[in-house]
């Protein structure tokens, strides 16, 4: 019963680095999302993906990569790690109206 | 670019009083959803909306959608402190598959 699985929950990367935060699913959804909220406030849309091999920008795509190879992956990249990238990450899932979330990682840039 | 905003930003009160958060935009959605946020946990659906002038109840909760589907209410009736954490209203509209949030409302109720 995994639902959306999300890894590292937490990551502390130096400015520049570069990493991939992962989202997985096991209900053969086909929408995907990536969102970022900071302390206190909504998620902002990052990216997000229709189905395999289609991906587009939300909100706030720059500094980030996206790519679906398959229904149940759609990991997340960050090239080239900013302290504004300092946030928490939630990955989501959906078939109709309900999305599922996963319990989002943590990431601060130092 | 679908802009929903949330109303008040906060919202603090005792147990057993009444409590509502809105949820406004100037674009059409064909759903919307409100969402319950805890600290350090993902997002958990609360509602669905999808038929103007729709409004669903959920023990102590009602959500209305308004009649052009543009608006939507959170009503808590005697909130407890149970109730207490963010809510998120969000949308899908007919023409694309983003699903977008608003800025969010942190409700804290007091015992």
């Known amino acids: 019963n995994a639902g959306v699985t999300q890894t590292p929950k937490f990551r502390i990367l130096k400015i520049g680095q570069s990493m991939t935060l992962q989202c997985a699913q096991d209900m053969n959804h086909n929408y995907m999302y990536w969102y970022r909220q900071d302390p206190g406030m909504g998620l902002k849309l990052i990216y997000y993906?229709?189905?395999?091999?289609?991906?587009d920008k939300g909100e706030v795509p720059n500094g980030y990569n996206v790519s679906r190879s398959t229904t149940e992956d759609f990991p997340l990249r960050l090239e080239l790690a900013a302290p504004s990238q300092t946030s928490v990450y939630f990955c989501?899932?959906?078939?109709?109206?309900?999305?599922?979330f996963g319990q989002g990682t943590r990431l601060t840039v130092v | 670019t679908q802009l929903l905003e949330q109303s008040p930003q906060f919202l603090s009160i005792q147990e057993g009083e009444n409590l509502t958060v809105y949820c406004n935009s100037s674009s059409v959605f064909s759903s919307l959803q409100w969402y319950r946020q805890e600290p350090g946990e993902g997002p958990v659906l609360l509602v669905t909306?999808?038929?103007?002038?729709e409004v669903k109840k959920l023990k102590r909760l009602t959500f209305q959608f308004g009649d052009a589907r543009k608006d939507s209410s959170l009503h808590i009736t005697a909130a407890q402190p149970g109730d207490t954490g963010l809510y998120l209203c969000?949308?899908?509209?007919?023409?694309?598959?983003?699903?977008?949030f608003g800025a969010g409302t942190t409700v804290t109720v007091r015992a």
């Open positions: 989501a899932s959906r078939r109709s109206a309900e999305a599922f």
């Open positions: 909306v999808v038929t103007g002038g």
């Open positions: 969000a949308g899908t509209s007919s023409n694309d598959y983003k699903l977008s």
């Open positions: 993906s229709v189905g395999a091999g289609i991906t």
